[in-house]
């Protein structure tokens, strides 16, 4: 791609020579020369101009190169997009692998990916151009919307009920068991986990995280949030949209996240809580 291919795919401008062929993105210490670099302050800006980096990617920095600049609006921002240009997703392949598992009574579309090793319940749904990497475990009547991807041992308890462009990372485990109990005649006697976990679009969900069933109805991560490895949610939280959850974090049972909710990393959660919109929590906080 040339300097003003990528300028027009992120809505900014190119200053200097905008026929420059660019062939890879990387960061100014290991920059090459044709490659596209990224500078969002000064400091990197420096370090930008001093590399055998082609071009660089800026916002409002200014400073003296003789490189080409490609100037958008926010630089991180377009970082993040040019980062898909240069490194997209691997094309789905659709296609059953030979060593698949799969009930009768299970649907899916032809054009999904199922990798080897993995067991399909009954009456599970895949949708167009959905991916399982391999060692995935779908429970029975579970659901996955279009274009959604489990990474390798992910396991999606019965009745999960999954959404459009979600990722789930490796080994993950979505539906088990909250954590419920009764001290009943000297002993604690559980309490039957009998609800579901409902994720909407565009979620993503870091490695070895564990989402609990509700005990009754859903625990349920509204549409755009990210979450981070290793992480515990427990049974009927309901985390509302384009919240971020940051590394082990422990949420318990029925607390309620508003919208836009911020999680820092080790923050935990009493249970039957309340957070409102746009709330951040500092790392290692407690709320109770």
């Not at 391999?134 to 991807?149: A, K, Y």
């Amino acid at each position: 791609m040339t300097a003003a291919e990528i300028a027009a795919h992120l809505g900014g401008h190119v200053v200097g020579d905008g026929s420059i062929p660019l062939k890879g993105f990387a960061p100014a210490d290991s920059a090459r020369r044709g490659d596209l670099t990224f500078a969002e302050n000064e400091e990197y800006f420096a370090r930008a101009a001093r590399s055998e980096a082609s071009a660089i990617l800026v916002d409002g920095i200014a400073g003296e190169t003789d490189k080409v600049l490609i100037r958008v609006p926010k630089a991180r921002v377009a970082f993040a997009r040019t980062l898909n240009l240069f490194f997209p997703e691997p094309a789905v392949v659709p296609g059953v692998h030979l060593s698949a598992v799969i009930a009768s009574s299970a649907r899916i579309d032809p054009t999904a990916q199922i990798g080897p090793h993995c067991v399909i319940g009954e009456r599970v749904q895949i949708g167009p151009q959905c991916v399982l990497h391999g060692g995935n475990h779908l429970g029975v009547d579970s659901v996955l919307g279009e274009g959604t991807r489990l990474f390798p041992n992910v396991v999606l308890y019965a009745r999960t009920q999954i959404g459009k462009r979600v990722a789930i990372h490796a080994g993950s485990v979505v539906g088990s068991d909250g954590f419920g109990y009764v001290f009943d005649r000297g002993a604690h006697q559980k309490v039957p986990q009998v609800g579901n976990v409902v994720i909407h679009d565009d979620v993503e969900i870091g490695a070895s995280v564990t989402i609990d069933r509700g005990a009754l109805g859903s625990t349920v991560i509204g549409k755009g949030t990210k979450i981070d490895n290793l992480v515990q949610i427990a049974h009927n939280v309901v985390i509302g949209e384009h919240c971020i959850v940051v590394a082990q974090v422990g949420i318990a049972g029925s607390t309620k996240l508003g919208n836009y909710v911020t999680l820092a990393g080790q923050v935990g959660l009493a249970g039957h809580l309340k957070i409102g919109n746009q709330v951040t929590v500092a790392a290692q906080s407690g709320v109770k």
